[in-house]
Structures are given as structure tokens and as C-alpha cells.
């Protein structure tokens, strides 16, 4: 039998086909559409619900508005110029003068082609426009920055802008201008794709190239070559950070060759964009081939070849005289960059008669001198109040408190807790979602005792916190932290573990206002995707008053907040009011400060600690504090986010009395200074007074870190917190100056230079620590201690600039082999070339200062026994001149100076030699005379 259906004919089969595969392709599209608009809006309500609880929606808002205008923006601007390309090729390219195509074996119809054509260079300005809209997204603090720009109040040098132009305007221009090159050559290839696809350039010969579609690619390029114009324009600026000359930013080269170069390249970019706007037949093509060629001419020989030639024949035969002014630029925008002409410079006398007494009259210093590192004290914490496998303390922090009436330096360190260290099997997700939720208290020691066996004494410790009073805690559960970086559930039907007492364990309920609420199905639906744990959404434990945390590092929150600051790197905890704080140094900074020579690895060279922010371990709460008003950075975003910031003014007092100077940005600043105290332009240029960071014996010889301490500066009249940095000459040992940073009060942020005589030289850090190694006593006492197996760790060597003088602390530390940790059971002290190695700090300074101080007992001259020869008078000069060798060998070992140190060493010899015979030539003529 015959079907009664219709049978189709193989072109309508093939027709059904194509509509089914382009069905099928609409729907995936449109489900990966549905996918990624579901978890954007996953994503954006989790940021939202984030914000919120902390009460800066406001935040989420402006950011997320001005995101989604700018990726608008951007869409349309890109994908707006890939198809004005498409668009202007319309009604341009005639008739296709071929009818197919071949490739090898392969022959495509010529409208199908064109179609194709059509269809991938649409497409193509549809992905050009998604990134272009991203990229402009990404822009968003920029843009921000831009309508919100304060003046710095500086100009720069070379052209009068003020700062702020290069700091607001400038990073906005250097990626808007390739982006719009890069846009327009977008536009000209795929115009000439399409007419390639047309046939146009199968023509033989270009006066037959279709006159229309000729003017359009030419204009292209005319337009290509405005935006060349406009490049060179903007490359004027980039001299500003040129690396070329002597000194950072623009030399004489720059100014005087490259500068004008650039002028001429503008001209010309804009003479062969006129040239391009008035080509419009394919039959001057040789003309503007000879303009374009005169233009790569001009750019080697007015940006290549001339700014060569008058460095070779200036500059380097009078570099100083020529590159003076523009040294002095560098210096001046350099030392603005980082704050370094806020030091103010004074001198230290360094005296040399210090004495016993004059050290003790500064007792708020003494008794408050560093002698446990970090490294030590983590290790003991660990061994007596870790008492659980998952509890670490994350880093020590220095800090100051008023205890008994007196101000103590005290390190420092918080109880956080890391779920991963559970037990395997106790892995569960009740266990590390709802159960072991958060640490539990800190410990404290001050800095400067120890007990009988060589161990910290705590301040506080034990589980409740328990210690001083001046250092209670009323709120001991650390929720947020450093190694918080899990998210964790509370106020759900599992009690939270709160912290071991002896075999059993304490639980406690959270009744803190932190977190998010996951009452609801949707919120659970909506975690659960974020978190990619479909467990929140099965979980019976949770409750309609549960929340969940997250974002819980301290850094990450911060982070979250204001996305722009640059963080320090060492967020640190305070006992304020009862509760765990952590305060997180943030800075502004820039890369476009014109002058300033950057960070080296970092790309900027201006920055600031503008911001405090503190976070509360308990209810994750943050609040940033404004620490440097005067910043223009800081009253941009302040003018963004006027919910943000608050005035430090605002800060608590007895937060406030714990904040300090960052050592992230100390650092920077220290690095820079070595160089850039240098002001007198041929003093910089010969590298005359450049400085070095000293060194020290420290698990092996490393560079000093710098060091917060408790002491009074010269000029005042009670010990405050400091930090601070030694400085030596570049290739020397000996100390030069120091530089401390003040922390407390009214003087926070100050900085202070203190410089020593020229003609005094002073014993530098690693030269005391020559002195250690070559104390005879010291010595034999390491060398017993290690016979015995032990372990002998010298901490770091601490500068006391106190009394006038400079004074060197360096405690000892001992590891048996069955000790787990090492006990603090020595220490040394130095003053000028004098050591001392006792017990305690202060029996170690009374031996120092009493060397040399008994008189020996008043003896009369012996007369030579029999066969004792008297010294010749040449002998003393002699013996003086060998030691004088001597040590000039020592010294020359010590800088590893094998050929001084031979010939000095063959001095000695030699001069040895001589007393050998002087003494041999006595004791004949003694004989003789005997």
C-alpha cells in the first residue's frame, strides 16, 4: 500500500532542518542567558544582603549604579563603532564582480559568502561591545574620581598642571585613547572585510577600486589618524615618568628633544589625516603613500634619531650642569610623593661618656625595651595556650597600655580558630558550619620580662581570659580575624563550642547583631548557590532566627568596602571597652604623581595612611576613620561615600591611644629616604650621602626590620610609642642616623631625622655584633652551650637612642634538644665598643657601664729579674703599629676585602719581624752591659 502523507522534496527537507538547528540554538542561548542572569542576581543579592547588615547599602548602590551606566556606555560606544563600520560598506560595494569563490577543492557562492560575512562581523561587534562594556565597568572608581577630582595644590614642572590632573584625569585619557584606536581599527578591518567578501579587492589594478568604498576606508584612516595625533598629545605626559635620565621623570633629553619631537608628530598626524580626508580616488593612492611614508620619517628622526644625538653631544659631556634642574624636580615631587617633606631633621649629639646612671634616670625607656621576638613568643603562646589542635595564634602584635599607673609595651596575639585542623573524622558540616564557629580570647606579655626558666610572663591568658585589669575582656569570642576565612552559621538548634574546660567543653549561643538572616527559603536557595552547598538548603538546624557569616577575614571586609585602598599587610588587634578590635591600616595611592619615582614592584609613587579601619571580632562591624584629612585622594572618596568615612575625631579615646604608625608605609618611606634626604641636586647626582638599611646577625646576617619601641626623644619631655629605623652609609658599617615615626597623640604621623656628626663615627649594628662575635667571654660561654646540644638564637639587635648615646640590646635564647621552645636566658648589651652578657637586662647594663672603672692597686716599678730583658723605646710604637694593621685586617675581612686584608696582614708581619729583632738587639746590649 501507498502512504496517504506528503513526501517532501529534499530542499524543504533541508529547510526543516536548518529551522530545527536554529530552534535548538535559540533555546540554549536563551537557557545560558536565564543561567547567567540567575547567578548575577545570585551574586549581587548575597553582596546586597552583605552591605546591608552592615549598613552600607549606600556603598552597594553608588557602586553598583555606576558600574551598570558604565558598561552601558561602553556597549554602546564600542559595539556603536564596529557597526558604523558594517553600516557605512551599504550601498558602497556594487555588484560582487566574482561569483564564487574557491579554496582549494572548496567553492562558495559569492552571495553566501557576503552573507556570512555579514553575520560573523555582526557578531563580532556584538562581543566587541560586551567587552568594551566590561572594560568600561571596570572603570568605575576612575569615573568616580574623575567627577569628584580635588586640586593637590602642586603643579607640576614641565607643563603647570596641577597634580590632580594627572592623579584624576590622566589614568582616565590613557585608557579611553587606546581603547578608541583599537575601536577604530575594529571598524576599519571589518569594512574591509566585507569588501573583500564583495570582490572589491579582486580588481587588477586600484584606479579600478570602487571609488566609494575607497573614500570610506579612507576617511578610516584619516580618523585613525587624528587619534594618532591626540596620542601624541597625551605621550608629552608620559616624560613626566620616564626612566631614562639620571633622576626619575623628564631629563634635559626629554624637555628639550623629545618634547618638541612630540609637537612635530602632532602636526604631522594631523597633516596625513588631511591628506586621508581629501583622498578620495583611488587614483592619488602613490600621493598618500608618500605622505604616510614622510610621516614614519619624521617619527625616527624627531623621536629616534635627534633626542640621541643631543644626548651623545649635550647632555653626557656636561650631564650635571645640563640634568640639575630636572634632578631637583625629581627630589622635590618625590619627597611629596611619600610624605617625606613632613621629616623634620635634626641632629644627635651621640655622646660618649654615657653612664650607668644616665641610663637609669630613663627608666620609662628601659624598663620597656623589646627582649622577646616574635618568633619565640608565638612558640611559647603555642606550647601553653593553644591547648587544642584547631586554635593558632595568627600574628604578635607591639602595642602600649596603661596598666598600674604606667605605661607598658606589650605584645600581643588573638586565640583564632581554623576548622580545618579538626580531627578528620570531626570534619563534619555541623561541626565546621554551625559548631566550632570562632576563637576564643588572646594572650599578652610584656615585652621586656621573663621568668627564672627564660618564658614569657603573661598579662593575660587562660580560657576566660584572665590577667591584668587594665586588659579585661568582657566579649573574648574572635568571630572575625585573621584566619576567619570560612563562612559559619549561628542561633541555630546546634550550640556553638565557646572554648575546653579541662575534659569537658563550654557552648555558648551567638548574641551578637552580625551577619545575614537565612530565614527564609529563598535566602537558603540563594546561599546555597553562592556557597555552592546544597547542605544550607537540606539542614534542619536551620532556624528563622538564624544568620550566617561570611566575608569574616578582617582584610576581606575592609576590602569589600572600599576596594581602592591599598591594605597594610598586618591588621592587629586591641582590648578596647571590654571587646576584641582589630584596626587595618589602609592607604591611598596612586602611580600618576608626576616626578615621583615609584615603589619598585608595586607601580605607585604617591601614597597615604588616610584611613583606620576597625572591625569588631565579635559583631564583624566596620568602621573607617579619616587619619589624614589633608589628603586629596581621601576627600574624593569621602565626597563618593560621604556614609563611609568617618573623622577620627570620632574614634573612641581609648581605641584611639592604640593606634601606630603602619610599618608597611614606615618602610616605604625609610627606602626612599636613604635617598632622597639627599636635596642638594650634585650631592644626589654623585650618590655622595647615600644610605643603607644596616644589617644584622639574626638567623644568619639579614637587613634590620624596623622596630616600634617605648622612648623619649631628645627634644621632649616624657618616653612615647615610636617607631623606628638605624641607617649606615652605603658600604660602610658604621651608623649615620635614624628616623622615627611618633605614634601617640596630638604627634601622631610626625616624623623625625636624627643626624650625627659628620666627623663622629659612630659603631654601626653589624660592627656591635663583630664586637659580640670577638668577646672572649660570650664566646666560650656559646661554645659550651652548644657542646651541650643546645641551640643558641640570637634575636634581633635593637638601636636605644637614649640619654644622648646610642646603646645596643640583643637577647639570647636557648633550645635543649628536648625543649620545645626556646627560653630567653641572656642578654647583651653594647655601647661603643664595650660588651656585656648576663641574666637580665639590667645586671647586663651595670656590667657595661662598671667595665673598667676599678682601679688597679698602685704597684712601684719591678726591676727586670734575671734573663728579663727590658723593653727597647721602639717597642711601644711598634706594638701600637700592629694592632693598627691588625685591626685594619679585621676591618677589611669584615667588608671581604681578601687583598687589603693580605696586605695588611703582611704589615703585621712585617712589623712583628722588627720588634723581634729590636727586642733581640736590647738583650745583647743588656748582656754586654750586664
Given at each position: 500500500m501507498h502512504s496517504c502523507g506528503f513526501s517532501r522534496k529534499p530542499g524543504q527537507e533541508a529547510r526543516v532542518t536548518r529551522k530545527k538547528l536554529w530552534f535548538v540554538l535559540g533555546v540554549v542561548v536563551v537557557a545560558l542567558a536565564l543561567l547567567a542572569a540567575l547567578r548575577l542576581s545570585c551574586r549581587l543579592l548575597v553582596d546586597f544582603w552583605w552591605y546591608q547588615a552592615l549598613g552600607y547599602s549606600s556603598v552597594f548602590l553608588r557602586i553598583l549604579l555606576t558600574k551598570v551606566w558604565l558598561w552601558v556606555v561602553g556597549f554602546a560606544?564600542?559595539?556603536?563603532?564596529?557597526?558604523?563600520?558594517?553600516?557605512?560598506?551599504?550601498?558602497?560595494?556594487?555588484?560582487?564582480?566574482?561569483?564564487?569563490?574557491?579554496?582549494?577543492?572548496?567553492?562558495?557562492?559569492?552571495?553566501?559568502?557576503?552573507?556570512?560575512?555579514?553575520?560573523?562581523?555582526?557578531?563580532?561587534?556584538?562581543?566587541?561591545?560586551?567587552?568594551?562594556?566590561?572594560?568600561?565597568?571596570?572603570?568605575?572608581?576612575?569615573?568616580?574620581?574623575?567627577?569628584?577630582?580635588?586640586?593637590?595644590?602642586?603643579?607640576?614642572?614641565?607643563?603647570?598642571?596641577?597634580?590632580?590632573?594627572?592623579?584624576?584625569?590622566?589614568?582616565?585619557l590613557q585608557v579611553a585613547h587606546p581603547a578608541l584606536q583599537v575601536l577604530a581599527w575594529f571598524s576599519l578591518a571589518v569594512s574591509g572585510l566585507i569588501y573583500l567578501s564583495s570582490g572589491a579587492f579582486t580588481v587588477k589594478s586600484v584606479r579600478d577600486f570602487p571609488q566609494p568604498a575607497f573614500r570610506h576606508l579612507a576617511r578610516m584612516l584619516g580618523v585613525i589618524m587624528l587619534l594618532s595625533a591626540v596620542g601624541y598629545f597625551l605621550q608629552r605626559y608620559e616624560l613626566l615618568y620616564s626612566e631614562r635620565g639620571v633622576a626619575f621623570g623628564a631629563g634635559y633629553t626629554d624637555a628639550k628633544a623629545r618634547l618638541p619631537g612630540y609637537w612635530i608628530m602632532i602636526l604631522a598626524s594631523l597633516g596625513v589625516a588631511v591628506v586621508a580626508f581629501a583622498t578620495v580616488r583611488p587614483s592619488r593612492i602613490k600621493a598618500?603613500?608618500?605622505?604616510?611614508?614622510?610621516?614614519?620619517?619624521?617619527?625616527?628622526?624627531?623621536?629616534?634619531?635627534?633626542?640621541?644625538?643631543?644626548?651623545?653631544?649635550?647632555?653626557?659631556?656636561?650631564?650635571?650642569?645640563?640634568?640639575?634642574?630636572?634632578?631637583?624636580?625629581?627630589?622635590?615631587?618625590?619627597?611629596?610623593?611619600?610624605?617625606?617633606?613632613?621629616?623634620?631633621?635634626?641632629?644627635?649629639?651621640?655622646?660618649?661618656?654615657?653612664?650607668?646612671?644616665?641610663?637609669?634616670?630613663?627608666?620609662?625607656?628601659?624598663?620597656?625595651?623589646?627582649?622577646?621576638?616574635?618568633?619565640?613568643?608565638?612558640?611559647?603562646?603555642?606550647?601553653?595556650?593553644?591547648?587544642?589542635?584547631?586554635?593558632?595564634?595568627?600574628?604578635?602584635?607591639?602595642?602600649?597600655?596603661?596598666?598600674?599607673?604606667?605605661?607598658?609595651?606589650?605584645?600581643?596575639?588573638?586565640?583564632?580558630?581554623?576548622?580545618?585542623?579538626?580531627?578528620?573524622?570531626?570534619?563534619?558540616?555541623?561541626?565546621?558550619?554551625?559548631?566550632?564557629?570562632?576563637?576564643?580570647?588572646?594572650?599578652?606579655?610584656?615585652?621586656?620580662?621573663?621568668?627564672?626558666?627564660?618564658?614569657?610572663?603573661?598579662?593575660?591568658?587562660?580560657?576566660?581570659?584572665?590577667?591584668?585589669?587594665?586588659?579585661?575582656?568582657?566579649?573574648?569570642?574572635?568571630y572575625y580575624g585573621n584566619l576567619t576565612d570560612d563562612y559559619v552559621f549561628v542561633n541555630t538548634r546546634t550550640n556553638e563550642f565557646d572554648y575546653p574546660m579541662g575534659a569537658k567543653n563550654q557552648y555558648t549561643t551567638y548574641e551578637g547583631k552580625g551577619g545575614v538572616a537565612v530565614s527564609g527559603a529563598l535566602s537558603k536557595l540563594f546561599f546555597a548557590w553562592q556557597f555552592h552547598d546544597v547542605?544550607?538548603?537540606?539542614?534542619?538546624?536551620?532556624?528563622?532566627?538564624?544568620?550566617?557569616?561570611?566575608r569574616r577575614s578582617i582584610s576581606e571586609r575592609v576590602a569589600r568596602l572600599a576596594p581602592y585602598?591599598?591594605?597594610?599587610?598586618?591588621?592587629?588587634?586591641?582590648?578596647?571597652?571590654?571587646?576584641?578590635?582589630?584596626?587595618?591600616?589602609?592607604?591611598?595611592?596612586?602611580?600618576?604623581?608626576?616626578?615621583?619615582?615609584?615603589?619598585?614592584?608595586?607601580?605607585?609613587?604617591?601614597?597615604?595612611?588616610?584611613?583606620?579601619?576597625?572591625?569588631?571580632?565579635?559583631?564583624?562591624?566596620?568602621?573607617?576613620?579619616?587619619?589624614?584629612?589633608?589628603?586629596?585622594?581621601?576627600?574624593?572618596?569621602?565626597?563618593?561615600?560621604?556614609?563611609?568615612?568617618?573623622?577620627?575625631?570620632?574614634?573612641?579615646?581609648?581605641?584611639?591611644?592604640?593606634?601606630?604608625?603602619?610599618?608597611?608605609?614606615?618602610?616605604?618611606?625609610?627606602?626612599?629616604?636613604?635617598?632622597?634626604?639627599?636635596?642638594?641636586?650634585?650631592?644626589?647626582?654623585?650618590?655622595?650621602?647615600?644610605?643603607?638599611?644596616?644589617?644584622?646577625?639574626?638567623?644568619?646576617?639579614?637587613?634590620?626590620?624596623?622596630?616600634?619601641?617605648t622612648m623619649r626623644l631628645p627634644d621632649s619631655d616624657k618616653a612615647e610609642f615610636l617607631l623606628m629605623m638605624p641607617f649606615t652609609p652605603k658600604g660602610r658599617d658604621n651608623m649615620i642616623a635614624w628616623l622615627a615615626a611618633r605614634c601617640d597623640g596630638e604627634h601622631y604621623g610626625e616624623l623625625v631625622a636624627f643626624m650625627f656628626p659628620k666627623r663622629k663615627v659612630v659603631d654601626g649594628p653589624q660592627q656591635v655584633e663583630g664586637y659580640i662575635d670577638q668577646n672572649s667571654e660570650i664566646s666560650r660561654q656559646l661554645t659550651l652551650w652548644s657542646q651541650r646540644g643546645s641551640q643558641v638564637i640570637r634575636g634581633n639587635l635593637l638601636v636605644i637612642p637614649v640619654a644622648g648615646g646610642i646603646l645596643y640590646v640583643e637577647p639570647l635564647y636557648i633550645q635543649a634538644e628536648a625543649a620545645p621552645v626556646p627560653q630567653l636566658k641572656r642578654v647583651i648589651t653594647a655601647y661603643g665598643e664595650k660588651v656585656a652578657m648576663k641574666a637580665t637586662l639590667k645586671e647586663s647594663l651595670r656590667a657595661l657601664f662598671e667595665q673598667g672603672l676599678e682601679a688597679p692597686p698602685a704597684q712601684r716599678p719591678a726591676r727586670p729579674t734575671p734573663g728579663e730583658v727590658k723593653a727597647p723605646a721602639q717597642a711601644g710604637p711598634l706594638v701600637e703599629q700592629?694592632?693598627?694593621?691588625?685591626?685594619?685586617?679585621q676591618e677589611a675581612l669584615k667588608q671581604a676585602d681578601w687583598t687589603q686584608y693580605g696586605a695588611q696582614m703582611q704589615q703585621v708581619e712585617k712589623t712583628l719581624r722588627k720588634l723581634k729583632q729590636a727586642l733581640s738587639e736590647e738583650g745583647t746590649r743588656q748582656k754586654e752591659e750586664g
Open positions: 560606544l564600542s559595539f556603536g563603532c564596529v557597526a558604523s563600520g558594517i553600516l557605512l560598506t551599504r550601498g558602497r560595494t556594487g555588484p560582487a564582480p566574482v561569483a564564487f569563490y574557491r579554496w582549494g577543492t572548496m567553492t562558495v557562492q559569492a552571495p553566501l559568502m557576503r552573507r556570512f560575512v555579514h553575520i560573523a562581523c555582526w557578531l563580532f561587534a556584538v562581543v566587541v561591545g560586551l567587552v568594551g562594556g566590561g572594560v568600561a565597568a571596570g572603570m568605575w572608581h576612575r569615573v568616580l574620581l574623575l567627577l569628584h577630582a580635588t586640586p593637590f595644590g602642586v603643579q607640576d614642572p614641565i607643563f603647570g598642571n596641577d597634580v590632580g590632573f594627572y592623579v584624576f584625569v590622566y589614568p582616565i598618500f603613500m608618500l605622505v604616510l611614508a614622510g610621516w614614519a620619517g619624521c617619527a625616527i628622526l624627531f623621536l629616534g634619531v635627534m633626542p640621541s644625538l643631543v644626548q651623545w653631544a649635550r647632555v653626557v659631556p656636561n650631564e650635571l650642569d645640563m640634568e640639575k634642574p630636572y634632578i631637583e624636580n625629581a627630589i622635590s615631587m618625590t619627597r611629596l610623593g611619600y610624605g617625606l617633606k613632613e621629616i623634620r631633621e635634626t641632629s644627635y649629639p651621640v655622646v660618649e661618656n654615657l653612664s650607668y646612671a644616665d641610663v637609669e634616670r630613663e627608666r620609662d625607656t628601659m624598663s620597656n625595651i623589646r627582649l622577646w621576638d616574635k618568633r619565640p613568643l608565638a612558640q611559647r603562646y603555642a606550647q601553653k595556650q593553644e591547648l587544642r589542635s584547631y586554635y593558632n595564634f595568627s600574628n604578635i602584635a607591639v602595642d602600649r597600655y596603661r596598666l598600674d599607673g604606667e605605661n607598658r609595651q606589650v605584645m600581643l596575639s588573638v586565640r583564632e580558630l581554623q576548622s580545618g585542623k579538626l580531627p578528620k573524622q570531626a570534619q563534619t558540616w555541623v561541626n565546621t558550619r554551625l559548631q566550632y564557629t570562632h576563637g576564643y580570647g588572646l594572650c599578652a606579655s610584656p615585652v621586656s620580662e621573663f621568668t627564672e626558666e627564660g618564658y614569657p610572663v603573661f598579662l593575660v591568658k587562660d580560657f576566660p581570659p584572665r590577667g591584668d585589669p587594665g586588659m579585661s575582656i568582657e566579649r573574648p569570642q574572635v547542605k544550607i538548603l537540606l539542614s534542619e538546624d536551620l532556624t528563622a532566627g538564624s544568620r550566617i557569616l561570611y585602598l591599598l591594605l597594610d599587610h598586618d591588621p592587629y588587634a586591641v582590648v578596647s571597652g571590654g571587646r576584641i578590635q582589630w584596626v587595618q591600616d589602609a592607604y591611598t595611592v596612586s602611580g600618576y604623581c608626576p616626578y615621583s619615582d615609584p615603589v619598585r614592584g608595586q607601580g605607585f609613587n604617591y601614597i597615604r595612611n588616610s584611613v583606620k579601619a576597625v572591625v569588631d571580632a565579635y559583631d564583624g562591624t566596620v568602621t573607617l576613620y579619616v587619619a589624614d584629612p589633608e589628603d586629596p585622594l581621601i576627600r574624593a572618596y569621602q565626597s563618593i561615600f560621604p556614609a563611609l568615612y568617618r573623622p577620627i575625631s570620632q574614634m573612641p579615646e581609648d581605641l584611639r591611644a592604640h593606634i601606630r604608625y603602619p610599618r608597611d608605609m614606615f618602610d616605604i618611606q625609610a627606602d626612599k629616604y636613604r635617598l632622597y634626604h639627599m636635596q642638594d641636586p650634585r650631592v644626589f647626582y654623585n650618590q655622595e650621602d647615600l644610605w643603607q638599611t644596616p644589617t644584622e646577625e639574626y638567623m644568619g646576617k639579614r637587613p634590620m626590620e624596623s622596630y616600634y619601641i700592629a694592632l693598627s694593621h691588625y685591626r685594619s685586617a
